[in-house]
């Protein structure tokens, strides 16, 4: 082998390290940059992360700040109006009671209507009623419950009317035992020493409601005559 050719070999063999360098460092170069730039990826990302959970909660914070004091508001207002409710109570009461006094001395004879309770009347041959509320809600009943007596010789044929007012004395109902519905007497008879109760519904139209009642008593006419 001549002097040429070891000196091409020679250089072959020193070239080809300093290639491999050259590479690896190209290579060391590219990965460095990816990784800088994929950390500035990730740092981006997480600080627009932490921006909108910065905002996001602030955002929520402002909302319950707002609502917080909407609701401090309402109750401060709750408060207030039921302490005017309770300044005005007691003149919501005298005012009632002048109505109702006024009203019972206009109509002599009435009866405060309560429910559940029994009311003593007392009047010829009715004893006591009573009240209750039946029916659903939206559509309410008046239910009553009428005692009679009879306490004189001879048996009787009594008529009741009850008639029914509003909390101003206005009649809104009324409901009639001893006739039927074309006004003649039954041959419902009270015998002598009879106690016999009566069971009778009301409709109040108009979501009227009654507050006052009045009992009528009457007898037909062949036993008016008698008398």
Same mark, same amino acid.
């Given at each position: 082998?001549d002097?040429?050719?070891?000196?091409t070999f020679?250089?072959?063999?020193t070239?080809l390290?300093?290639?491999?360098s050259?590479?690896r460092?190209?290579?060391?170069?590219?990965?460095?940059?990816?990784?800088?730039?994929?950390r500035?990826?990730?740092?981006y990302?997480?600080?627009?992360?932490a921006?909108?959970?910065f905002?996001?909660f602030l955002?929520?914070?402002?909302k319950l700040?707002?609502?917080?004091k909407?609701?401090?508001?309402?109750t401060?207002? +709750?408060h207030?109006?039921?302490?005017?409710?309770e300044?005005?109570?007691?003149?919501v !009461?005298r *005012?009632?009671k &002048? %109505? /109702?006094?006024?009203?019972?001395?206009?109509?002599p004879?009435l009866?405060p209507?309560?429910?559940d309770?029994?009311?003593?009347i007392?009047q010829?041959?009715?004893?006591n009623?009573?009240?209750?509320?039946?029916?659903?809600e939206?559509?309410?009943?008046y239910?009553?419950?009428?005692t009679?007596?009879n +306490?004189?010789?001879?048996?009787?044929?009594?008529?009741?009317?009850i008639?029914?007012? !509003?909390? *101003?004395?206005? &009649? %809104? /109902?009324?409901?009639?035992?001893?006739?039927?519905?074309h006004?003649?007497?039954t041959?419902?008879?009270?015998e002598?020493?009879?106690?016999?109760?009566?069971?009778?519904t009301?409709?109040?139209s108009d979501?009227?409601?009654?507050?006052?009642?009045?009992?009528?008593v009457?007898?037909?006419d062949?036993?008016?005559?008698?008398?």
């Amino acid at each position: 082998m001549d002097t040429s050719t070891k000196e091409t070999f020679s250089e072959s063999e020193t070239a080809l390290p300093e290639r491999r360098s050259r590479v690896r460092r190209k290579s060391n170069g590219r990965h460095a940059h990816y990784s800088r730039h994929h950390r500035s990826r990730v740092v981006y990302g997480l600080g627009t992360l932490a921006a909108i959970l910065f905002f996001a909660f602030l955002f929520v914070s402002i909302k319950l700040s707002l609502y917080a004091k909407e609701l401090n508001d309402i109750t401060v207002l +709750n408060h207030r109006q039921e302490r005017e409710l309770e300044e005005l109570r007691p003149m919501v !009461d005298r *005012l009632e009671k &002048q %109505v /109702a006094d006024l009203v019972q001395q206009r109509i002599p004879g009435l009866h405060p209507l309560v429910f559940d309770q029994l009311i003593s009347i007392d009047q010829q041959y009715v004893r006591n009623i009573i009240f209750t509320l039946i029916g659903k809600e939206e559509n309410r009943q008046y239910e009553y419950k009428l005692t009679m007596k009879n +306490n004189g010789l001879t048996a009787v044929h009594p008529i009741v009317k009850i008639l029914f007012f !509003d909390q *101003l004395g206005i &009649q %809104v /109902a009324n409901s009639v035992i001893g006739v039927d519905e074309h006004g003649d007497p039954t041959l419902d008879v009270l015998e002598r020493g009879e106690v016999r109760s009566y069971t009778k519904t009301i409709d109040l139209s108009d979501g009227h409601q009654a507050h006052y009642f009045m009992v009528m008593v009457d007898l037909p006419d062949y036993q008016k005559l008698k008398d």
